[in-house]
């Protein structure tokens, strides 16, 4: 099984910060890796597929980058409503999509 | 837009199966696959399966011996089994279209479009 971890599990941050992410996988996985945002109570978001390609709709300040065992998401400037927690996903082993622990971002 | 939405019951026996339905509104579930997504009270992520619209489907290793997931085009519905519940099996319960891109081998997954999700309470 393809294990994924996150690092650091929490962060606090100002708006306007510049935020980084990092996601680690157990194994290779090319560039198979998803960024999904998730606010209290409600359904992550998708925001950045195959390591970097940004999902329609979401801002440009969302970055991904990566491949191999290493990626990270970046928030270029950080605004009030992204307040929340991201999670890595990987999709190279299938059956069994597997997500990381998440990293909740919160106002410093 | 489409839109995707849970429905069953929100508690469940031990031991008994849970038995969820989506309902995707606002076009069609041909063409794509659809997941069973879940999230313990607040914890992560854990994908449970997913059904293409013909009825292929690929389930978690961990839980392949109790989940089973079907499909009703006609409703335009999916649905999801889960037999011999426990505590460990409270969680929102989310589902979601699975959308790949096949430019490569194997192809790019990804969960785009999501339901708000329903929390299933395992208790007696």
């Known amino acids: 099984d393809i294990q994924m971890t996150q690092s650091p599990s929490s962060l606090s941050a100002s708006v306007g910060d510049r935020v980084t992410i990092t996601c680690r996988a157990s194994?290779?996985?090319?560039?198979?890796l998803n960024w999904y945002q998730q606010k209290p109570g409600k359904a992550p978001k998708l925001l950045i597929y195959?390591?970097?390609s940004l999902q329609s709709g979401v801002p440009s300040r969302f970055s991904g980058s990566g491949s191999g065992t290493d990626f990270t998401l970046t928030i270029s400037s950080l605004q009030p409503e992204d307040f929340a927690t991201y999670y890595c996903?990987?999709?190279?082993?299938?059956?069994?999509?597997?997500f990381g622990p998440g990293t909740k971002v919160d106002i410093k | 837009q489409v839109q995707l939405q849970e429905s069953g019951p929100g508690l469940v026996k031990p031991s008994e199966t849970l038995s969820l339905t989506c309902t995707v509104s606002g076009g069609s579930i041909s063409s794509y696959y659809w997941s069973w997504i879940r999230q313990p009270p607040g914890k992560g992520l854990e994908w449970i399966g997913y059904i293409y619209y013909s009825g292929s489907t690929n389930y978690n290793p961990s839980l392949k011996s109790r989940v089973t997931i079907s499909v009703d085009t006609s409703k335009n519905q999916f649905s999801l089994k889960l037999s011999s519940v426990t505590a460990a099996d409270t969680a929102v319960y989310y589902c979601?279209?699975?959308?790949?891109?096949?430019?490569?081998?194997?192809?790019?997954?990804?969960?785009?479009?999501w339901g708000r999700g329903t929390l299933v309470t395992v208790s007696s």
């Open positions: 996903q990987q999709s190279y082993s299938t059956p069994g999509f597997t």
């Open positions: 194994q290779s996985i090319s560039s198979y």
């Open positions: 979601a279209r699975s959308n790949r891109i096949a430019v490569a081998a194997p192809p790019y997954w990804y969960f785009d479009l």
């Open positions: 195959a390591a970097s």
